[in-house]
T-cell receptor, first 112, second 115 residues
Framework: GESVGLHLPTLSVQEGDNSIINCAYS??????FIWYKQESGKGPQFIID?????DKRQGQRVTVLLNKTVKHLSLQIAATQPGDSAVYFC???????????FGRGTSLIVHP | KAGVTQTPRYLIKTRGQQVTLSCSPI?????VSWYQQTPGQGLQFLFE???????NKGNFPGRFSGRQFSNSRSEMNVSTLELGDSALYLC??????????????FGAGSRLTVL
């Protein structure tokens, strides 16, 4: 498959473990945040989003936590599966805008 | 429903040539955004089109241009190609709502290699 990043931070976990992927965002005026997942050979795919007036949001097997004080975002994946292996990007949108700015990404490798 | 379709998937060009990439958005989506993805710079916003008008533009030189047709399909063009233009070019469509809740649906990308 195609490589989307040769110098990405990498998180390796065992199947069944919980994974936590972290993201530090840059703009204190950002008020909307999105996590995307990019599998090899594919474009990024929306996972979950959160607005700045929330500090936690849960989806199916995923939870996003937002800490505005330290401008930190995390994505927690429960019971990680081999199919979760991908590059994960956080994206921030500044208030008044609608264009997401993407972080560098984290490569998640799940070992069976 | 059909997703975002990008053509061609792969192409090889030489320096100085120009290239045109095509994107067909999800039916009903009026906004098309283009991103350049490289290992060194990550995902960089190129421009966004809505209703045939460029509504937003990133920080790329004028060699990068685009357009959108009345059926919302979009093309981007890169002229006078440079080695550094080698990248995965991603197209994303959305409803185009002017708010943060403007979730992008991406295509698989066009992988451009410049020799």
């Amino acid at each position: 498959g195609e490589s989307v990043g040769l110098h990405l931070p990498t998180l390796s976990v065992q199947e069944g473990d919980n994974s936590i992927i972290n993201c530090a965002y840059s703009n204190s005026a950002s008020d909307y945040f999105i996590w995307y997942k990019q599998e090899s050979g594919k474009g990024p795919q929306f996972i979950i989003d959160i607005r700045s007036n929330m500090d936690k949001r849960q989806g199916q097997r995923v939870t996003v936590l937002l800490n505005k004080t330290v401008k930190h975002l995390s994505l927690q994946i429960a019971a990680t599966q081999p199919g979760d292996s991908a590059v994960y990007f956080c994206a921030e949108i500044v208030g008044g805008s609608y264009i997401p700015t993407f972080g560098r990404g984290t490569s998640l490798i799940v070992h069976p | 429903k059909a997703g975002v379709t990008q053509t061609p998937r792969y192409l090889i060009k030489t320096r100085g040539q120009q290239v045109t990439l095509s994107c067909s958005p999800i039916s009903g989506h009026r906004s098309v955004s283009w991103y350049q993805q490289t290992p060194g710079q990550g995902l960089q916003f190129l421009f966004e089109y809505f209703s045939e008008t460029q509504r937003n533009k990133g920080n790329f030189p004028g060699r990068f241009s685009g357009r959108q047709f009345s059926n919302s399909r979009s093309e981007m063009n890169v002229s006078t190609l440079e080695l550094g233009d080698s990248a995965l070019y991603l197209c994303a469509s959305s409803t185009g709502h002017l708010s943060g809740a403007n979730v992008l649906t991406f295509g698989a990308g066009s992988r451009l290699t410049v020799l």
